[in-house]
């Protein structure tokens, strides 16, 4: 291959596509860029004192964790795909889209809620006391929630249905034809299982995995409720109790250092392998329990959803019961929240989407060719801001923010001849782009994991005929690409709304979002008035899930 | 073409969203912009009443950390004019990080003794926070010191909120400026072996706990209780609260009690000073300040404001007399001595 020919296949995407989504990426560096920055100039003088004292510990604790969780979403994970994919059971149908449900709880919920149900004074011990005759806590208790294992299956089972979701669409458009023609030749259900069924899925679990585990990596809230020290909690407090922005900041660049060799060697692990399907989707055929076997299958995959989601959202209705019994009324401020929330979420969803799709098509791959082209190198690097905690990616975006403010202030000067306030920092934009920078990774990854499904030949034939690239994209990418399209959006729209330490930072006066009035009720003691708003935040985060859990099946009954 | 349909979408979009933002920011001169690391409803009684003397509207923000960052890179264009924060150390860096001006007013420096606010007009105190001990009820402890927790006989008794939290990041350096930094470590090292529990969650679970009966004392805040104690009944917070009595320890040497404080700045940039500094005055008059015990149970920064029923009942406060200011010297020797003890690990 000429140089020339390797220089042009670097814009395989399309200029135009490529040249979008390096703006794009560049906006995604630039809290990255700015983050460097403070990192470079500070001084090292308390990395002996870290080192010694702080990020050992922070370091074990982080790996403990991350392994914990990693193990627990892969197997509930996996298992609840397969258990509803391959068997069919009474109830499976509910449990399909029910396995998503623990999504719609933030980590800083469950952990809350979970320490009070779980807690001496709360019911669970309280029932226990009163079975076997015990007057107080003293003399009976359970272990504390607050411990490493807490931390670890409270978070796994609000995090698995990141890799049910990704698992799950990989079986049922993916897996039929395989997985029925190891069936034909004598494949035992478990060799179906281990053999064919987890090798095809591990993109998928990879995916899964790897969205949940930066989720726990950067997750502060429910460590602060759990006492858990993470390297979040230290890149937190090297900030603000040891008043170090410039060696936060070099944790945390160290952090998404090792994320970023880390997501490199799990994909590098997989560049040989193409899941492209040229035969049309449709699902398996599950096998038929009956008996103790459909008993025992419907109490597993019922399992993880009583945890994750109908047990502590119980809670918060029965506490928003007692609010309002005793109270007599939801706040009308609440409402508002509801309102701020709803429209920052769906601006941030709208926008993720349209700027996830434009970097997955440049990034796309319709040759046979292992040179990565600039628009792939452009979607990792969009991805990058899922991948630090939102506290930090909210100082890194105070700065850019600011210069694009002035861009923006001296061009409205320029036209109108007045001078402007802020008009993006502590704005609801402001609030927008961060959402987008953020979230970026979950629209771009699922698109590109769409376009992966799609055969290159498609494209091919499509330009063969004379189809342009934004033709192409239009007439053939786009509708395969829906479902994708669907579930990236209620991902990021789930997530925009939960969002709690960019918001904190970066929001405009007087405007709250259910998660910030959550937080400011947990800050002032009043849990009542918290479950009213966690309840808020779950059943908001409720409609988008259920939508979502409906977009697999349609794929399944569209198609077959 | 698709791309032009989705490029015309997002300029409508992001026009509409420009507007949107910019009509939410206009702020008019009739305001006063708040922006505070304390919940704002905590003061939002105050901030009512100081709108209905006035007429001054007050807007507020609610930046949980990140403050100094966010007024910083916001500049001349910021419109923050009060800057509100807890904790002697949190006062010190929106001045040392030069995001505050100096203001002269007369008003404030009759109410605030000239030791709780700085010498040139950089910083006031508007409330104080004594950090006491929280005891189950039926230990009927009467007093004790800050010394005493790391005493043997409270082992797997004392709860207690992250070392590294500013509450107590600030009673550690108080214990160094008291003890040195030898005996503190020793101190700190004796409390640590004590804990029932990991440091976890906030002051409240420490009267959680206690009730719950995994501690038997912890330290917190004051006014914490006195919300748990007036909380309507049948809440769960008013069942922490009724569990603990609370004592005043004290230090050894001083016999005085640990107390913070709560404090404002007028921002370097403020649009609307003259409203800042006036919500400043509002703050520390007769009334807001008796709301402050009222409404929050911390105690008036103004001597002879009106007492509060609740904190009466703790008993008196003997504030320790080393000033604030010192006490903030150490904190980052205490800081990184709760790292070195690994107090919260």
New interface residues.
Partial sequence: MNRTLRWLYRFEGGI?WTSAAFVISLLVLAPLASLGWSALHGTTQHWS??MN??LP?ATFNTLILLAGVGILVTCLGTGAAWLVTAYEFPGRRMLTWALLLPLAVPTYIIAFSY?DLM???GPVQEAIRWVFGYQ???EF?LP?M??MLGAILLLGVVLYPYVYLSTRVMFMSQAANLIEAARCLGESPRGVFLRVALPLARPAIAVGVSLALLETLNDIGAS????I?TLTVAV??T?????D?AGAAQIAMTMLAVVVVLIVIERKSRDRQRYANTQRMRPMQPTKLSGLQAVIAGLLGWAPVMVGFIIPASYLLYETIKRIN??GSISRQLLFAGWNTLLVAS?AT??TV?LG??VAWAARRWRETRTPSLGQTCARVSSLGYALPG?VL??GL??P??LL?HGLGQLVTLVTGHS???????????L?LAYTIRFLAISTGSFEAGLARIPASLEQAARLLGEST??T??RVH?PLLMPAIAAAGMLVFVDAMKEL?AT????????ETLA?WL??E???????EGAVAALAIVIAGLAPVILLARTPQRIGRNAS | MKKSILLCHSIKASLLALTLSTAMNAASAQDVNLYTTREPKLILPLLESFTAKTGIKVNTVFVKSGLIERVKTEGEKSPADVLMTVDIGNLLDLVDHGVTQPIASKTLDEAIPSHLRGQDGQWYTLSLRDRVLYADKSLQLQSITYEDLAHPKWKGKVCIRSGQHPYNNALIASMIAHNGLEQTEKWLRGVKANLARKPAGGDRDVARDILGGICDIGLANAYYAGQMKTSAPGTDARKWGEAITVVRPTFAKSGGTFVNISGASVAKYAPNKDNAVKLLEYLVSDEAQGMYAKANFEYPVKSGAPKEATLESFGPLKVDPTPLTDVAKFRKQASELVDRVGFDQ
Wanted: net charge positive; glycine share 8%.
């Fill in positions: 135009g004192h870290l004292h702080v510990n320490l807690h001496p004074i107080s806590p003293r208790r504390d607050r411990s602060e409720f759990l006492g020290q937190y407090t900030w603000v109790t040891r008043s922005l005793l109270v601006a709208l926008l349209v799709l434009v506290t909210a100082i105070l700065t923010l600011l403010d402007t306030e802020l008009i993006i920092l502590g704005t609801m934009t402001g927008v934004t033709g994209l239009k786009l330490p904190l930072m970066l929001r405009p006066m007087n405007m910030t937080y400011g947990a800050s002032r003691g009043t849990y009542e």
